[in-house]
């Protein structure tokens, strides 16, 4: 039987860098998880187990902390830029994918008499919300997409759900005026491996957000189709967005057995099941 070696690639994955960055007054604290993927021709060493092409993974590992010393100093993408740059050097190395993904940490605040100031040097973490970033770094093809997780958002009105298609087993009654809450994720592509990311993230979710409390959903689609335009606009930057907005339901509790009328006041919050709802736009 004819067989042959039509796919592979490996590397590390869950390196997690915390770095310490001392500035003179105050101390900066990044969290970052990488994982580096590495593409190249690694036939031998599946068919004949010669390895004298394969990078340990070890290595790799040894590699992103040795780099994070000096080069995790800004944004993710360009510590992922400078990463894929450096592997790509290595003759046996076709093609390097690398994802990072960033936990926010922000100083707490204490009490300096009847001031609340930033302490220099203690962290709280920030939020569940993360930054991520996934770079296909090869000798023909370069991409970067930066992204955002986890980001929890909800508003109490200007969100309905009405006028659907219903069939045989439909229950579910027209609403004009519920809780909208999501646990949005989103990544966007660049045109370039040159750009500002630190203030393209910022515009991006920033335009994002204000869409989400500004518009008049009719439906979690409605709302996320103008926020991926809102995104597109927020910058030139980038080609397209891709969100997913799962529905997290607050359900209204039926107040009516104990003879108490429920206006938009009682509900219910549920973790499963719940509804999926994704997008991608493109400019």
């Not at 003759?91 to 690398?98: A, F, R, S």
């Not at 023909?140 to 508003?155: A, C």
């Not at 949005?184 to 335009?207: G, H, L, P």
Request: proline share 2%.
């Amino acid at each position: 039987m004819a067989t042959k070696l039509s796919f592979s690639r490996y590397g590390k994955s869950a390196v997690r860098v915390v770095k310490l960055i001392k500035h003179k007054t105050y101390h900066e604290f990044r969290e970052v998880n990488v994982e580096v993927l590495i593409l190249g021709d690694f036939d031998k060493a599946h068919k004949k187990g010669d390895n004298t092409s394969v990078l340990p993974t070890d290595t790799v590992k040894n590699t992103i902390f040795i780099l994070a010393k000096d080069h995790l100093t800004g944004t993710i993408e360009e510590f992922g830029l400078h990463l894929a740059k450096y592997f790509m050097k290595k003759k046996q190395v076709e093609g390097v994918e690398i994802t990072l993904e960033e936990q926010p940490w922000n100083r707490v605040k204490v009490s300096k008499g009847t001031r609340k100031v930033q302490d220099p040097y203690t962290y709280g973490k920030a939020s569940q919300e993360k930054k991520t970033c996934f770079i296909e770094f090869g000798k023909k093809k370069k991409n970067i997409r930066s992204g955002i997780s986890e980001l929890f958002i909800l508003k109490t009105t200007k969100s309905g759900f009405s006028d659907f298609f219903v069939d045989d087993y439909t229950t579910l009654k027209n609403t004009e005026d519920r809780i909208f809450c999501t646990c949005m994720e989103t990544e966007w592509e660049y045109t370039s491996t040159k750009a500002d990311f630190e203030k393209d993230r910022e515009s991006i979710r920033q335009a994002m957000l204000d869409t989400f409390a500004a518009h008049d959903s009719l439906s979690v689609q409605h709302t996320l189709y103008a926020m991926g335009e809102a995104a597109l606009k927020a910058t030139k930057k980038i080609s397209e967005i891709y969100i997913s907005m799962p529905n997290k339901h607050n359900l209204l509790v039926n107040l009516a057995p104990f003879g108490l009328e429920n206006n938009n006041e009682v509900f219910v919050g549920t973790d499963d099941p719940f509804g999926v709802i994704e997008g991608t736009i493109t400019r």
